[in-house]
């Protein structure tokens, strides 16, 4: 009795040991999937900065550079949450350049982002407005401020 006991309670702690580990290579996996898109995600937001800067030194392609600032206004709301612990170059080294320093400024990472958000905002209102100086100065600022300052506080060069 005591040594089926013994058994059963073994058996039990494999089984916990193994769905943890199982937990734990998902967990790895979602992560690296978060990466990705959010590489994927920077990727797309530079793609969408031609037509904008057309727009901001000539005036044409407003059309183009709305859409385009569209973009660069939803994706600047999704990247605060495109960081999840864990996902730095520490754990992923030579898959992503996100510095650990994401995680030990927050305060400092999301305020980057947050200046960015607004950025995106007032740029895109620059262009719906068919303002072109407007739209110009919003570029750099965003680019300054939000791309910019971000990249140079918190990724790391590859
Ligand atoms: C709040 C911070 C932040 C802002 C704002 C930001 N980025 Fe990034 N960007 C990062 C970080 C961190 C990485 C590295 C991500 C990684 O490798 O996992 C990155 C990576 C990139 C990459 C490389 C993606 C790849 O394929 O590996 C591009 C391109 C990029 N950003 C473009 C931009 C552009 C353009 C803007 C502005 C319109 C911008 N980013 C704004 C933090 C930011």
Redesign the pocket.
Known sequence: MQTWRWKFSLGAAAALAASIALMAAVKADDLASV?AE??AG??A??GK?KEIKAFAESGAGQAEASADAAV?VAT?KS?PGW?PVGSGLDSFSGK????PE?WNDQAK?KA??AT?QADTVALQQAIAAGDKAGASSAFEA??RE??GA??GA??AKT
Request: glycine share 10%; with cysteine; proline share 0%.
């Open positions: 990466v959010r590489q920077m990727k937001m530079g900065l660069l600047a990247i960081f992503t350049a996100a510095k994401i990472f980057i982002a960015f965003m680019g939000g791309c971000c990249h918190f990724r």
